[in-house]
């Protein structure tokens, strides 16, 4: 759900994480022509104070544009308010978390009320490798917790975001590049402060290439190409 350069989030992501409206494009690459968010992605029955997934697989296929496997949150009044956390591939540099070559990054990602966004991308994740992602504000001040690892990462001030929609999702730009996600042990800070399972867990499917396997809800994500999961 991070960013696409030169495009504006909406509502969801935002009705239903971030499927943003993309503006025209700069001059790309013949492969990445007409790029565009393609979601899958879950949602819990009940709002939290923070997302976090205990188990996020690492995926090191060919990508040409952009795959992204994330945690966040969202604002669910309309605003365009989230945080993310998770692994990306980048080639094309289509999202402003800078181009990346190679292995997956892990990265960092927020929008504040105004509508400015911010990345940070961090070391190598290796194919196959599990890694814990949240997003949290324990204190409800509005300053967020954002971690890869259990090491916080970048505590940006969201101002009154204090509780909203937790999601995990899987994210792609083009049809041809990989749009596989494995995300384990979905968890949502409750109003204590504490980690809990999520429960009544719903897909949000916009990929006519892949399908959310339901049968692993509520506590994890994970999509494979059109068959049997």
């Known amino acids: 759900m991070a960013r696409t350069r030169a495009s504006v989030l909406t509502p969801l992501i935002l009705a239903v994480f971030l499927i943003g409206v993309v503006a025209p494009q700069p001059a790309l690459a013949a492969p990445c ?7 899958l992605q879950a949602v819990p029955g009940t709002n939290g104070r923070g997302a976090r997934s205990t188990s996020m ?7 040409t544009c952009a795959h992204i ?20 591939e980048n080639p094309a540099g289509l999202i402003i978390c ?10 960092v990602f927020w929008v504040v009320a105004s509508g400015a966004a911010t990345c940070v991308t961090g070391s190598n994740v290796g194919a196959g490798s ?13 300053i967020w917790n954002l971690v890869f690892d259990n090491v916080t990462q970048a505590t940006p001030n969201m101002g009154t975001f204090v509780t909203g929609q937790p999601i995990a999702n899987g994210e792609r730009r083009v049809s041809s590049d990989p749009g596989i996600v494995d995300i384990k042990g979905l968890q949502r800070m409750n109003s204590t402060a504490s980690w809990v399972s999520w429960t009544n867990t719903s897909g949000i499917d916009n990929d006519p ?11 994890e994500l994970l999509t494979a190409v059109m068959g049997p999961c």
């Open 33 to 39: 022509t007409g790029a565009q968010i393609i979601h």
């Open 57 to 63: 697989v690492t995926f090191n296929a060919a990508v």
């Open 69 to 88: 496997s994330s945690i966040g949150d969202r604002s669910t009044s309309g605003n365009g308010v989230f945080t993310e956390a998770g692994w990306l």
């Open 98 to 107: 800078g181009t990346t070559s190679g292995p997956p990054k892990w990265f």
């Open 130 to 142: 599990t890694h814990s992602y949240a997003v949290r504000d324990n204190e409800q001040d509005g």
């Open 209 to 219: 290439g892949f399908l959310i396997c339901t049968t692993k809800f509520p506590t």
